[in-house]
């Protein structure tokens, strides 16, 4: 009897497929939605890698033509209508405000220091946000990924228990099928919380890192400014 049980779940598919197919509605719903979170945390990985290698060099092409040289207001007139990058915007937003509290005869209206540094804070804090959108759904893939993976073993595993009592049988013939399931959906759970959490630090390293760059040019040019000021 137990040899016929074994030959029959030896027999049985066991594949991916086969397995998702089987399984009750809840559980493949389950299944859907970890494969979706997983292709989505692997997207925003790819966006992010492409947008931040391209930030990182326009800050560096930005960094050597600012010290190059050149008059600021020359090389305003140049980047204001267009920023194409962070740091550009940054240094236009500072700069605009600069320019604004000249007065007609020259002057410049009191409290200019503060207003620039608080342009080029508010410019900081829009690509702050720019940088890490998307990785808010990296931290909760990796925080509930595995929850919803033990969700679809319960209900595996439950339905397995309800086989078994109805029929009567605690083959293995009977039992394997919803445990694989089960096992399936916590694979399938795992599979999209560790990459994400992986992901989401490295990601957000190199958003902090682009951030400090950005902060550093701002405290650089205000102290450039404030030279004038003195």
Excluded: C
């Excluded at 930005?62 to 600021?72: I, K, N, R, V, Y």
């Excluded at 005869?105 to 829009?126: C, E, F, N, T, Y």
């Excluded at 759970?189 to 989401?200: E, R």
Aim: glycine share 8%; proline share 3%; no cysteine.
């Amino acid at each position: 009897m137990e040899a016929d049980a074994l030959a029959a779940a030896q027999a049985a598919d066991f594949s991916f497929i086969a397995l998702f197919f089987r399984a009750t509605f809840i559980v493949k719903l389950v299944m859907i939605g970890l494969l979706a979170a997983s292709v989505w945390v692997w997207a925003i990985y790819f966006n992010k890698f492409r947008m931040y290698r391209r930030a990182k060099a326009n800050a560096a092409a930005f960094d050597q033509a600012f010290w190059s040289g050149e008059p600021l207001d020359e090389f305003y007139d140049q980047v204001a209508e267009a920023p194409r990058s962070a740091s550009e915007r940054v240094f236009v937003a500072g700069m605009t405000e600069w320019r604004r509290s000249i007065r007609d005869d020259g002057a410049l209206i009191p409290g200019v220091q503060q207003r620039v540094d608080r342009s080029m804070d508010v410019a900081i804090a829009r690509e702050n946000e720019r940088l890490t959108s998307g990785l808010g759904f990296l931290a909760t893939t990796g925080a509930t990924a595995p929850f919803v993976g033990l969700f679809g073993t319960v209900w595996g595993i439950m339905r397995s228990f309800q086989e078994i009592a109805v029929s009567g049988n605690t083959s293995l013939a009977v039992v394997a099928p919803g445990i694989a399931e089960a096992l399936l959906a916590t694979g399938l759970g795992l599979l999209a919380a560790i990459p994400a959490v992986i992901l989401y630090n490295t990601l957000s390293g190199q958003a902090n890192r682009l951030i400090q760059i950005y902060e550093g040019f701002a405290d650089e040019f205000s102290t450039l400014l404030s030279r004038q000021l003195d």
